[in-house]
Protein backbone atom coordinates (compact mmCIF):
# COMPACT_ATOMS: atom_id res chain seq x y z
CA UNK A 1 0.00 0.00 0.00
CA UNK A 2 1.09 3.36 -0.46
CA UNK A 3 2.15 5.35 2.43
CA UNK A 4 -0.83 7.68 4.26
CA UNK A 5 -0.56 11.50 2.24
CA UNK A 6 0.21 14.24 3.40
CA UNK A 7 -0.11 16.10 -0.34
CA UNK A 8 2.83 18.51 -1.25
CA UNK A 9 0.45 20.49 -3.42
CA UNK A 10 -3.25 19.85 -3.94
CA UNK A 11 -4.52 20.73 -7.56
CA UNK A 12 -8.41 21.36 -9.02
CA UNK A 13 -8.00 17.99 -11.36
CA UNK A 14 -10.82 17.23 -13.89
CA UNK A 15 -11.96 13.54 -14.46
CA UNK A 16 -13.71 12.90 -17.84
CA UNK A 17 -15.63 9.79 -17.35
CA UNK A 18 -17.06 7.98 -14.38
CA UNK A 19 -16.28 4.29 -15.92
CA UNK A 20 -13.94 2.00 -14.00
CA UNK A 21 -11.22 4.13 -15.05
CA UNK A 22 -12.72 7.41 -13.76
CA UNK A 23 -13.68 6.01 -10.29
CA UNK A 24 -10.50 5.02 -9.44
CA UNK A 25 -8.94 8.07 -10.97
CA UNK A 26 -10.91 10.20 -8.46
CA UNK A 27 -10.61 7.85 -5.53
CA UNK A 28 -7.12 8.21 -5.80
CA UNK A 29 -7.08 12.00 -6.34
CA UNK A 30 -9.45 12.69 -4.22
CA UNK A 31 -6.87 10.64 -1.57
CA UNK A 32 -3.71 12.33 -2.78
CA UNK A 33 -5.78 15.71 -1.38
CA UNK A 34 -6.68 17.06 -4.79
CA UNK A 35 -10.04 18.44 -5.43
CA UNK A 36 -11.88 16.52 -8.04
CA UNK A 37 -14.66 16.70 -10.65
CA UNK A 38 -16.05 13.88 -12.68
CA UNK A 39 -17.67 14.58 -15.52
CA UNK A 40 -20.60 12.13 -16.78
CA UNK A 41 -22.35 12.45 -19.15
CA UNK A 42 -24.76 9.48 -18.65
CA UNK A 43 -27.44 9.21 -15.51
CA UNK A 44 -25.31 6.49 -13.75
CA UNK A 45 -21.59 5.56 -13.07
CA UNK A 46 -19.90 2.15 -14.28
CA UNK A 47 -19.38 3.55 -18.25
CA UNK A 48 -19.39 0.51 -20.39
CA UNK A 49 -21.22 -1.74 -17.89
CA UNK A 50 -24.36 0.28 -18.09
CA UNK A 51 -26.49 -2.09 -20.69
CA UNK A 52 -29.04 -0.80 -22.45
CA UNK A 53 -31.61 -2.41 -25.05
CA UNK A 54 -31.20 0.97 -27.47
CA UNK A 55 -28.38 0.83 -30.18
CA UNK A 56 -27.46 3.76 -32.39
CA UNK A 57 -29.33 4.21 -35.42
CA UNK A 58 -26.72 4.34 -37.84
CA UNK A 59 -25.65 0.12 -37.24
CA UNK A 60 -22.01 1.06 -38.26
CA UNK A 61 -22.03 4.00 -35.95
CA UNK A 62 -20.26 6.23 -38.57
CA UNK A 63 -22.10 8.99 -38.68
CA UNK A 64 -20.37 11.58 -36.57
CA UNK A 65 -23.44 13.43 -35.63
CA UNK A 66 -24.83 10.64 -34.59
CA UNK A 67 -26.22 10.42 -30.93
CA UNK A 68 -23.74 8.01 -29.39
CA UNK A 69 -24.96 4.99 -27.20
CA UNK A 70 -21.93 4.42 -24.95
CA UNK A 71 -22.43 0.63 -23.74
CA UNK A 72 -21.13 -2.32 -25.93
CA UNK A 73 -22.14 -4.99 -23.72
CA UNK A 74 -24.50 -7.47 -25.26
CA UNK A 75 -27.29 -9.52 -23.43
CA UNK A 76 -25.80 -12.79 -22.88
CA UNK A 77 -22.19 -11.03 -21.91
CA UNK A 78 -20.44 -12.72 -19.25
CA UNK A 79 -17.04 -11.56 -18.45
CA UNK A 80 -13.80 -13.26 -19.70
CA UNK A 81 -11.30 -12.79 -16.78
CA UNK A 82 -12.83 -14.51 -13.26
CA UNK A 83 -14.22 -12.05 -10.96
CA UNK A 84 -10.87 -12.62 -8.72
CA UNK A 85 -8.45 -11.48 -11.26
CA UNK A 86 -10.64 -8.47 -12.73
CA UNK A 87 -11.66 -6.26 -9.36
CA UNK A 88 -9.28 -3.00 -8.02
CA UNK A 89 -6.61 -4.41 -5.78
CA UNK A 90 -8.14 -2.83 -2.69
CA UNK A 91 -11.77 -3.73 -3.39
CA UNK A 92 -11.83 -7.07 -4.34
CA UNK A 93 -14.59 -8.56 -6.68
CA UNK A 94 -16.37 -10.86 -4.56
CA UNK A 95 -19.95 -11.62 -3.19
CA UNK A 96 -20.31 -9.49 -0.21
CA UNK A 97 -22.40 -10.14 2.50
CA UNK A 98 -25.53 -8.28 2.73
CA UNK A 99 -25.99 -7.88 -0.72
CA UNK A 100 -29.48 -8.88 -2.50
CA UNK A 101 -30.48 -12.19 -4.20
CA UNK A 102 -30.04 -10.88 -7.56
CA UNK A 103 -26.66 -10.73 -7.61
CA UNK A 104 -24.72 -12.74 -9.91
CA UNK A 105 -22.31 -14.82 -7.71
CA UNK A 106 -20.49 -16.92 -10.67
CA UNK A 107 -16.69 -16.46 -10.96
CA UNK A 108 -17.29 -15.42 -14.36
CA UNK A 109 -20.53 -13.17 -14.00
CA UNK A 110 -22.57 -11.37 -16.34
CA UNK A 111 -22.29 -7.99 -17.05
CA UNK A 112 -25.40 -6.51 -14.54
CA UNK A 113 -22.64 -8.11 -12.07
CA UNK A 114 -19.78 -5.75 -12.60
CA UNK A 115 -21.73 -2.86 -12.70
CA UNK A 116 -23.15 -3.37 -9.09
CA UNK A 117 -19.79 -4.13 -8.13
CA UNK A 118 -18.66 -0.90 -9.72
CA UNK A 119 -21.77 1.12 -8.03
CA UNK A 120 -20.90 -0.80 -4.82
CA UNK A 121 -16.91 0.94 -5.24
CA UNK A 122 -18.43 4.38 -6.43
CA UNK A 123 -20.79 4.10 -2.80
CA UNK A 124 -18.07 2.50 -0.84
CA UNK A 125 -15.71 5.50 -1.24
CA UNK A 126 -18.13 7.99 -1.96
CA UNK A 127 -17.55 8.84 -5.44
CA UNK A 128 -21.12 10.19 -6.37
CA UNK A 129 -20.77 12.91 -4.38
CA UNK A 130 -17.65 14.82 -6.78
CA UNK A 131 -19.80 13.49 -10.06
CA UNK A 132 -21.67 15.73 -12.34
CA UNK A 133 -24.11 13.70 -14.32
CA UNK A 134 -25.34 14.14 -17.30
CA UNK A 135 -23.08 16.68 -18.06
CA UNK A 136 -21.18 16.23 -21.28
CA UNK A 137 -17.61 17.64 -21.99
CA UNK A 138 -17.28 19.26 -25.25
CA UNK A 139 -13.87 21.09 -24.92
CA UNK A 140 -10.79 20.60 -23.41
CA UNK A 141 -7.99 22.92 -24.73
CA UNK A 142 -4.99 24.58 -23.13
CA UNK A 143 -6.01 27.53 -21.29
CA UNK A 144 -3.60 29.89 -22.81
CA UNK A 145 -4.57 33.55 -21.21
CA UNK A 146 -4.32 31.73 -17.43
CA UNK A 147 -0.94 30.62 -17.49
CA UNK A 148 0.96 27.36 -18.52
CA UNK A 149 -0.27 23.78 -17.37
CA UNK A 150 -3.93 25.02 -16.93
CA UNK A 151 -7.01 23.78 -18.93
CA UNK A 152 -10.01 25.28 -20.23
CA UNK A 153 -13.21 22.76 -20.67
CA UNK A 154 -16.41 23.71 -21.62
CA UNK A 155 -19.01 21.22 -20.91
CA UNK A 156 -22.88 20.78 -21.04
CA UNK A 157 -25.78 19.32 -19.48
CA UNK A 158 -27.60 17.03 -21.73
CA UNK A 159 -30.47 19.18 -22.62
CA UNK A 160 -27.80 22.14 -23.61
CA UNK A 161 -29.30 24.69 -21.44
CA UNK A 162 -26.05 24.57 -18.50
CA UNK A 163 -22.82 25.28 -20.64
CA UNK A 164 -19.92 26.06 -18.62
CA UNK A 165 -16.52 26.97 -18.92
CA UNK A 166 -14.16 26.66 -16.46
CA UNK A 167 -10.60 26.35 -15.29
CA UNK A 168 -8.78 23.28 -13.57
CA UNK A 169 -4.45 22.63 -12.88
CA UNK A 170 -5.18 18.94 -14.34
CA UNK A 171 -7.18 16.94 -16.65
CA UNK A 172 -7.52 13.28 -16.17
CA UNK A 173 -8.91 11.74 -19.46
CA UNK A 174 -11.10 8.54 -18.92
CA UNK A 175 -13.89 8.45 -21.69
CA UNK A 176 -13.44 4.91 -22.68
CA UNK A 177 -12.39 3.58 -25.98
CA UNK A 178 -15.29 1.01 -26.93
CA UNK A 179 -17.48 2.97 -28.81
CA UNK A 180 -15.99 4.40 -31.78
CA UNK A 181 -16.15 1.10 -34.17
CA UNK A 182 -13.07 0.67 -36.82
CA UNK A 183 -14.73 -1.15 -39.59
CA UNK A 184 -13.19 -3.80 -41.77
CA UNK A 185 -12.46 -2.70 -45.28
CA UNK A 186 -14.55 -5.30 -48.12
CA UNK A 187 -13.90 -5.12 -52.09
CA UNK A 188 -17.24 -4.78 -53.59
CA UNK A 189 -19.13 -3.38 -50.59
CA UNK A 190 -20.52 -0.09 -51.66
CA UNK A 191 -22.89 -1.84 -53.66
CA UNK A 192 -23.17 -4.67 -51.80
CA UNK A 193 -27.48 -4.74 -50.96
CA UNK A 194 -27.20 -6.88 -47.39
CA UNK A 195 -27.24 -5.31 -44.22
CA UNK A 196 -24.08 -4.22 -42.57
CA UNK A 197 -23.51 -3.77 -38.76
CA UNK A 198 -20.95 -3.08 -35.98
CA UNK A 199 -20.59 -5.33 -33.12
CA UNK A 200 -21.36 -2.21 -31.04
CA UNK A 201 -25.06 -2.46 -31.93
CA UNK A 202 -25.45 -6.10 -31.31
CA UNK A 203 -27.38 -7.26 -28.39
CA UNK A 204 -29.65 -10.31 -28.67
CA UNK A 205 -29.89 -12.87 -31.19
CA UNK A 206 -33.21 -12.63 -32.22
CA UNK A 207 -33.30 -10.64 -35.17
CA UNK A 208 -30.85 -12.96 -36.69
CA UNK A 209 -33.42 -15.85 -36.65
CA UNK A 210 -33.09 -17.39 -40.37
CA UNK A 211 -30.58 -15.34 -41.39
CA UNK A 212 -27.59 -16.03 -42.92
CA UNK A 213 -24.70 -13.74 -41.14
CA UNK A 214 -21.05 -13.30 -41.35
CA UNK A 215 -19.43 -11.94 -38.75
CA UNK A 216 -15.92 -10.83 -38.93
CA UNK A 217 -13.47 -10.65 -36.33
CA UNK A 218 -11.12 -12.73 -34.46
CA UNK A 219 -11.97 -11.49 -31.13
CA UNK A 220 -13.64 -12.55 -27.93
CA UNK A 221 -16.80 -10.32 -29.13
CA UNK A 222 -16.30 -12.25 -32.44
CA UNK A 223 -16.74 -15.54 -30.68
CA UNK A 224 -19.07 -14.94 -27.98
CA UNK A 225 -22.01 -13.59 -30.90
CA UNK A 226 -21.29 -16.22 -33.04
CA UNK A 227 -22.10 -18.79 -30.68
CA UNK A 228 -24.83 -16.77 -29.50
CA UNK A 229 -26.54 -16.00 -32.94
CA UNK A 230 -25.76 -19.71 -33.97
CA UNK A 231 -28.76 -20.37 -31.41
CA UNK A 232 -31.48 -18.77 -34.03
CA UNK A 233 -29.61 -17.70 -37.18
CA UNK A 234 -30.36 -20.08 -40.24
CA UNK A 235 -26.26 -19.99 -41.01
CA UNK A 236 -23.62 -18.66 -39.11
CA UNK A 237 -19.96 -17.45 -40.67
CA UNK A 238 -16.90 -15.95 -39.31
CA UNK A 239 -13.79 -14.70 -41.51
CA UNK A 240 -10.75 -13.91 -39.66
CA UNK A 241 -7.68 -11.54 -41.15
CA UNK A 242 -5.26 -13.64 -39.22
CA UNK A 243 -6.80 -17.31 -40.06
CA UNK A 244 -4.66 -19.11 -43.43
CA UNK A 245 -6.14 -18.30 -46.69
CA UNK A 246 -7.53 -22.01 -46.52
CA UNK A 247 -9.29 -22.15 -43.33
CA UNK A 248 -12.88 -23.66 -43.73
CA UNK A 249 -13.49 -25.34 -40.65
CA UNK A 250 -17.01 -26.41 -39.14
CA UNK A 251 -17.09 -25.34 -35.05
CA UNK A 252 -17.76 -28.39 -33.13
CA UNK A 253 -20.92 -28.86 -31.48
CA UNK A 254 -22.94 -26.53 -34.05
CA UNK A 255 -24.62 -27.72 -37.10
CA UNK A 256 -24.76 -24.44 -38.99
CA UNK A 257 -21.21 -22.42 -37.20
CA UNK A 258 -18.20 -22.39 -39.63
CA UNK A 259 -15.07 -20.61 -39.61
CA UNK A 260 -13.32 -19.32 -42.78
CA UNK A 261 -10.15 -16.76 -43.63
CA UNK A 262 -10.81 -13.29 -44.76
CA UNK A 263 -13.64 -12.62 -47.39
CA UNK A 264 -12.05 -11.35 -50.48
CA UNK A 265 -15.08 -9.49 -51.98
CA UNK A 266 -18.54 -9.12 -52.17
CA UNK A 267 -20.95 -9.20 -54.86
CA UNK A 268 -24.06 -6.83 -55.99
CA UNK A 269 -26.14 -10.09 -55.88
CA UNK A 270 -25.79 -10.44 -52.05
CA UNK A 271 -22.92 -13.16 -52.20
CA UNK A 272 -19.78 -13.16 -50.13
CA UNK A 273 -16.83 -14.73 -51.66
CA UNK A 274 -14.38 -15.95 -49.05
CA UNK A 275 -10.02 -16.54 -49.50
CA UNK A 276 -10.87 -19.85 -49.42
CA UNK A 277 -13.13 -20.02 -52.42
CA UNK A 278 -16.17 -20.69 -50.75
CA UNK A 279 -19.36 -18.25 -51.81
CA UNK A 280 -22.56 -17.40 -49.76
CA UNK A 281 -25.72 -15.81 -50.23
CA UNK A 282 -25.82 -13.35 -46.90
CA UNK A 283 -28.19 -11.56 -45.58
CA UNK A 284 -26.10 -9.44 -42.76
CA UNK A 285 -22.49 -8.77 -41.98
CA UNK A 286 -21.35 -7.85 -38.75
CA UNK A 287 -18.44 -6.54 -37.75
CA UNK A 288 -16.66 -7.12 -34.66
CA UNK A 289 -13.55 -5.43 -35.70
CA UNK A 290 -13.20 -3.81 -32.76
CA UNK A 291 -12.56 0.33 -31.94
CA UNK A 292 -10.43 3.54 -32.33
CA UNK A 293 -9.12 5.87 -29.58
CA UNK A 294 -11.54 8.83 -30.12
CA UNK A 295 -11.72 12.10 -28.30
CA UNK A 296 -13.25 14.37 -29.92
CA UNK A 297 -13.31 17.05 -26.84
CA UNK A 298 -9.89 17.52 -27.16
CA UNK A 299 -7.63 19.89 -28.59
CA UNK A 300 -3.85 20.18 -28.32
CA UNK A 301 -2.33 21.74 -30.93
CA UNK A 302 -1.21 18.82 -32.56
CA UNK A 303 0.74 17.96 -29.17
CA UNK A 304 -1.52 14.74 -29.16
CA UNK A 305 -2.71 12.71 -32.06
CA UNK A 306 -4.57 9.78 -33.43
CA UNK A 307 -2.51 7.87 -35.72
CA UNK A 308 -3.39 4.36 -36.72
CA UNK A 309 -4.79 4.21 -32.91
CA UNK A 310 -1.67 5.05 -32.03
CA UNK A 311 -2.39 7.42 -29.26
CA UNK A 312 0.80 9.54 -28.84
CA UNK A 313 3.09 10.46 -27.57
CA UNK A 314 2.44 9.01 -24.59
CA UNK A 315 5.00 8.06 -21.47
CA UNK A 316 4.05 4.88 -20.03
CA UNK A 317 0.97 5.15 -22.43
CA UNK A 318 -0.47 7.82 -19.32
CA UNK A 319 1.20 10.99 -19.79
CA UNK A 320 2.02 13.34 -23.22
CA UNK A 321 5.19 14.63 -22.22
CA UNK A 322 4.29 18.26 -24.00
CA UNK A 323 1.52 18.32 -21.43
CA UNK A 324 3.03 16.31 -18.42
CA UNK A 325 1.93 15.81 -15.88
CA UNK A 326 -1.08 18.70 -16.07
CA UNK A 327 -3.29 15.89 -18.78
CA UNK A 328 -3.09 12.28 -18.24
CA UNK A 329 -4.84 9.33 -20.02
CA UNK A 330 -6.07 6.66 -17.46
CA UNK A 331 -6.71 3.16 -19.16
CA UNK A 332 -4.75 3.44 -22.67
CA UNK A 333 -3.62 0.05 -22.88
CA UNK A 334 -6.00 -3.38 -24.10
CA UNK A 335 -5.09 -7.11 -23.93
CA UNK A 336 -4.85 -6.15 -19.85
CA UNK A 337 -6.56 -6.95 -16.21
CA UNK A 338 -8.26 -3.81 -16.97
CA UNK A 339 -9.04 -2.38 -12.91
CA UNK A 340 -6.20 -3.21 -11.12
CA UNK A 341 -3.58 -1.09 -14.10
CA UNK A 342 -6.33 1.95 -14.01
CA UNK A 343 -5.63 1.70 -10.07
CA UNK A 344 -2.12 1.84 -10.14
CA UNK A 345 -2.46 4.30 -13.40
CA UNK A 346 -4.38 6.56 -10.71
CA UNK A 347 -1.97 6.24 -8.11
CA UNK A 348 0.85 7.28 -9.80
CA UNK A 349 -0.89 10.47 -11.68
CA UNK A 350 -2.33 11.42 -7.98
CA UNK A 351 1.47 11.20 -7.09
CA UNK A 352 2.70 12.43 -9.92
CA UNK A 353 0.38 16.20 -9.84
CA UNK A 354 1.11 16.51 -6.08
CA UNK A 355 4.83 16.57 -6.60
CA UNK A 356 5.24 13.41 -4.49
CA UNK A 357 6.02 11.09 -7.41
CA UNK A 358 9.20 12.68 -9.87
CA UNK A 359 8.69 12.37 -13.75
CA UNK A 360 11.83 12.71 -15.66
CA UNK A 361 12.25 15.59 -18.42
CA UNK A 362 10.21 16.42 -21.02
CA UNK A 363 13.14 15.36 -23.30
CA UNK A 364 14.15 11.91 -21.14
CA UNK A 365 10.50 10.98 -21.44
CA UNK A 366 10.39 11.66 -25.61
CA UNK A 367 13.48 9.44 -25.92
CA UNK A 368 11.82 6.89 -24.36
CA UNK A 369 8.99 7.01 -26.14
CA UNK A 370 10.81 7.21 -29.37
CA UNK A 371 12.80 3.96 -28.62
CA UNK A 372 9.62 2.24 -28.33
CA UNK A 373 8.16 2.85 -31.16
CA UNK A 374 11.31 2.38 -32.81
CA UNK A 375 11.39 -0.74 -31.03
CA UNK A 376 8.12 -1.92 -32.43
CA UNK A 377 8.97 -0.59 -36.21
CA UNK A 378 12.33 -2.91 -36.03
CA UNK A 379 9.60 -5.96 -34.95
CA UNK A 380 7.15 -5.53 -37.29
CA UNK A 381 4.56 -4.50 -35.42
CA UNK A 382 2.10 -2.09 -36.83
CA UNK A 383 1.31 1.26 -34.98
CA UNK A 384 -2.15 0.47 -34.08
CA UNK A 385 -0.86 -2.47 -32.01
CA UNK A 386 1.25 -0.11 -29.84
CA UNK A 387 -0.94 0.10 -26.82
CA UNK A 388 -1.77 -3.68 -26.90
CA UNK A 389 -0.19 -5.75 -23.87
CA UNK A 390 -0.55 -8.92 -23.23
CA UNK A 391 2.29 -10.70 -20.74
CA UNK A 392 3.73 -7.36 -20.73
CA UNK A 393 1.16 -5.91 -18.97
CA UNK A 394 2.55 -7.42 -15.54
CA UNK A 395 5.90 -5.87 -16.13
CA UNK A 396 4.41 -2.49 -16.76
CA UNK A 397 2.29 -2.85 -13.48
CA UNK A 398 5.23 -3.81 -11.98
CA UNK A 399 7.02 -1.05 -12.99
CA UNK A 400 3.82 1.49 -11.91
CA UNK A 401 3.80 -0.23 -8.74
CA UNK A 402 7.20 0.91 -7.90
CA UNK A 403 6.63 4.15 -8.72
CA UNK A 404 3.99 4.07 -6.33
CA UNK A 405 5.38 2.30 -3.01
CA UNK A 406 2.52 -0.46 -3.73
CA UNK A 407 3.39 -4.23 -3.91
CA UNK A 408 3.94 -5.80 -7.33
CA UNK A 409 1.11 -7.50 -9.06
CA UNK A 410 0.22 -10.60 -7.24
CA UNK A 411 1.79 -14.00 -8.19
CA UNK A 412 -1.81 -15.95 -8.18
CA UNK A 413 -3.15 -12.80 -10.32
CA UNK A 414 -0.89 -13.20 -13.19
CA UNK A 415 -0.92 -16.78 -13.29
CA UNK A 416 -4.68 -16.72 -13.34
CA UNK A 417 -5.13 -14.23 -16.69
CA UNK A 418 -2.64 -17.07 -18.25
CA UNK A 419 -4.36 -19.86 -16.94
CA UNK A 420 -7.73 -18.78 -18.18
CA UNK A 421 -6.60 -17.37 -21.31
CA UNK A 422 -5.40 -20.94 -22.61
CA UNK A 423 -8.62 -22.85 -20.72
CA UNK A 424 -10.17 -19.58 -23.36
CA UNK A 425 -8.60 -20.60 -26.57
CA UNK A 426 -8.94 -24.73 -25.71
CA UNK A 427 -12.09 -24.48 -24.04
CA UNK A 428 -14.20 -21.18 -25.37
CA UNK A 429 -17.85 -22.94 -24.71
CA UNK A 430 -17.06 -24.27 -20.73
CA UNK A 431 -14.25 -22.01 -20.13
CA UNK A 432 -16.69 -19.71 -17.94
CA UNK A 433 -18.04 -22.80 -15.95
CA UNK A 434 -15.34 -25.42 -15.43
CA UNK A 435 -11.42 -24.68 -14.19
CA UNK A 436 -8.96 -26.25 -12.79
CA UNK A 437 -7.09 -23.04 -10.87
CA UNK A 438 -8.48 -23.71 -7.61
CA UNK A 439 -5.26 -23.45 -5.68
CA UNK A 440 -4.99 -19.77 -7.35
CA UNK A 441 -8.49 -18.94 -6.32
CA UNK A 442 -7.79 -19.92 -2.48
CA UNK A 443 -4.46 -17.40 -2.67
CA UNK A 444 -6.94 -14.81 -4.21
CA UNK A 445 -9.37 -15.08 -1.25
CA UNK A 446 -6.67 -15.30 1.56
CA UNK A 447 -5.57 -12.02 -0.24
CA UNK A 448 -8.81 -10.77 -0.25
CA UNK A 449 -9.12 -11.31 3.30
CA UNK A 450 -7.22 -7.86 4.11
CA UNK A 451 -10.03 -6.24 2.75
CA UNK A 452 -13.04 -8.08 3.11
P1 LIG B 1 -15.90 3.18 -20.00
O1 LIG B 1 -16.46 2.12 -19.17
O2 LIG B 1 -16.26 3.22 -21.43
O3 LIG B 1 -16.29 4.58 -19.32
C1 LIG B 1 -16.05 5.82 -19.93
C2 LIG B 1 -17.05 6.82 -19.37
O4 LIG B 1 -16.75 8.12 -19.90
C3 LIG B 1 -18.49 6.51 -19.74
O5 LIG B 1 -19.29 6.47 -18.59
C4 LIG B 1 -18.89 7.67 -20.67
O6 LIG B 1 -20.24 8.02 -20.56
C5 LIG B 1 -17.97 8.79 -20.20
N1 LIG B 1 -17.70 9.79 -21.23
C6 LIG B 1 -17.14 9.57 -22.45
N2 LIG B 1 -17.03 10.74 -23.12
C7 LIG B 1 -17.50 11.71 -22.30
C8 LIG B 1 -17.66 13.13 -22.44
N3 LIG B 1 -17.28 13.79 -23.54
N4 LIG B 1 -18.19 13.81 -21.40
C9 LIG B 1 -18.57 13.15 -20.25
N5 LIG B 1 -18.46 11.82 -20.08
C10 LIG B 1 -17.92 11.11 -21.09
N6 LIG B 1 -12.95 -5.84 -19.00
C11 LIG B 1 -12.77 -6.77 -18.03
O7 LIG B 1 -12.04 -6.52 -17.05
N7 LIG B 1 -13.40 -7.99 -18.09
C12 LIG B 1 -14.23 -8.31 -19.10
O8 LIG B 1 -14.78 -9.40 -19.13
C13 LIG B 1 -14.47 -7.33 -20.13
N8 LIG B 1 -15.33 -7.57 -21.15
C14 LIG B 1 -15.62 -6.58 -22.04
C15 LIG B 1 -16.57 -6.80 -23.03
C16 LIG B 1 -16.91 -5.80 -23.94
C17 LIG B 1 -17.93 -6.06 -24.99
C18 LIG B 1 -16.27 -4.55 -23.85
C19 LIG B 1 -16.62 -3.44 -24.80
C20 LIG B 1 -15.30 -4.33 -22.89
C21 LIG B 1 -14.96 -5.33 -21.97
N9 LIG B 1 -14.01 -5.12 -20.99
C22 LIG B 1 -13.78 -6.08 -20.03
C23 LIG B 1 -13.20 -3.90 -20.98
C24 LIG B 1 -13.92 -2.72 -20.30
O9 LIG B 1 -14.05 -1.77 -21.26
C25 LIG B 1 -13.14 -2.25 -19.14
O10 LIG B 1 -13.25 -3.26 -18.16
C26 LIG B 1 -13.59 -0.97 -18.47
O11 LIG B 1 -14.93 -1.06 -18.10
C27 LIG B 1 -13.32 0.29 -19.25
O12 LIG B 1 -13.57 1.36 -18.38
P2 LIG B 1 -13.31 2.88 -18.80
O13 LIG B 1 -13.64 3.69 -17.60
O14 LIG B 1 -11.96 3.01 -19.39
O15 LIG B 1 -14.32 3.18 -19.98
Not at 49 to 73: A, G, M, N, Q
Not at 105 to 132: C, N, T, W
Amino acid sequence: MAPSLSPIRSHHVAVIGAGAAGLVAARELRREGHSVVVFERQKQVGGTWIYTDHTEPDPLSVDPTRSVVHSSVYGSLRTNLPRECMGYRDFPFVVRSGVSESRDPRRFPSHGEVLAYLQDFAKEFAIEEMVRFETAVLKVAPAADEGTGKWRIESTDNEKRDRRDEIYDAVVVCNGHYIEPRLAEIPGISSWPGKEMHSHNYRVPEPFRDQVVVLIGNSASADDISRDIARVAKEVHVAGRSNAADTFIKRSGYSNLWIHSMIERVHEDGSVLFQNGKTISVDVLMHCTGYKYHFPFLETNGNVTVDDNRVGPLYKDVFPPAFAPWLSFVGIPWKVVPFPMFELQSKWIAGVLSGRIPLPSKEDMMKEIKTLYSTLEAEGIAKRYTHQMGITQFEYSNWLASQCGCPETEEWRKEMYLTTGMRKRAHPETYRDEWEDHHLVSQAYQDFSLYT
